[in-house]
């Protein structure tokens, strides 16, 4: 390779730079969380952690175990008020909102996968996918069949509609929780170790999934994994260790 062929690829190399930092100064920023420090029972959990987040991002959250990625979660889906700091969705202080009002943000714009599935094993796949359906006047009672069915049809669980969540495998009961996340469309899907429990091949279909409802949709995804080949698949990766953020990049 000549040093002309150098240069003409360094060229390109920094126009592709410059192109993306241009695409990324110029994207909404939909989450902002600053100065957050939580203590429970008198131990530090999350140390002044201050944090962007904006529209269409991909994020893999990763660290040790404790290192504080569910308590960072927790706040970021406005399940956990016990915190100093402040949380801004789209420029609104979410200090200032009713319970109402936030369950309301809940319920529209954010779609959660907790570390633990919480599905409700008496209950039927479709009847605890539906469950995210039920506070949303948004959606008329004839759609709700059909936003469950393709819920479940994208994580590949169609089939087990009926079935109860009791008699699944955790894998099965995984991607159910999965399908309850995505059932509103949201704008931000988090999800805690999404992939936990689940062989290579369903973790790269999950990841898969991801990647198509942040391109497709623009959904911003934040997931947390200990799985580095799925947050090498993020376009962002942020390093928590002991409650603060180690590194972003
Ligand atoms: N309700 C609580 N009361 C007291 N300490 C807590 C509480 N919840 C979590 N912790 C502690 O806070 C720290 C961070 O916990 P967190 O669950 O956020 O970690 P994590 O990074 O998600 O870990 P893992 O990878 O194991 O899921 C841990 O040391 C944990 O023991
Ligand atoms: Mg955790």
């Given amino acids: 390779m000549n040093i002309r062929n150098i240069n003409q690829k360094q060229y390109l190399k920094q126009k592709q730079y410059f192109k993306q930092k241009q695409e990324h100064d110029r994207r909404k ?9 939580k203590i429970s029972n008198g131990t530090t959990i999350l140390d002044d952690v201050s944090v962007d987040f904006y529209e269409s991002e991909m994020v893999g959250i990763y660290g040790e175990s404790g290192a504080g990625k569910t308590s960072l979660l927790n706040i970021i889906g406005c399940f956990d008020n016990d915190f100093t700091g402040h949380v801004l969705m789209e420029d609104i202080n979410i200090e200032n909102l009713s319970s109402d009002q936030k369950a309301n943000i809940r319920n529209k714009k954010i779609g959660f996968v907790v570390q633990d599935f919480s599905l409700i094993e008496e209950m039927t796949v479709y009847d605890n996918v539906a ?65 936990g429990a689940l062989d290579s091949k369903n973790t790269q279909k999950i990841m898969e999934l991801f990647l198509q ?10 997931l947390v994994s200990h799985d580095m080949n799925c947050i090498n698949m993020c376009y962002r990766k942020i ?9 972003d990049e």
Wanted: proline fraction near 2%; avoid cysteine.
């Fill in 239 to 247: 390093k928590m260790e002991d409650g603060h953020i180690e590194s």
């Fill in 29 to 37: 920023k939909i989450l902002s969380l600053k100065n957050i420090k």
């Fill in 213 to 222: 409802l942040n391109k497709q949709f623009n959904t911003t995804v934040i």
């Fill in 131 to 195: 469950l995210t359906l039920l506070f949303d006047k948004s959606v008329s009672f004839v759609n709700i069949r059909s936003k469950i069915v393709e819920a479940l049809d994208k994580v590949g669980m169609k089939k087990y509609i009926n079935k109860k969540i009791k008699l699944m495998s955790g894998g099965e009961k995984q991607r159910i929780a999965i399908a309850r996340a995505i059932v509103n469309e949201p704008d931000i899907l988090i999800a805690d170790e999404p992939t």
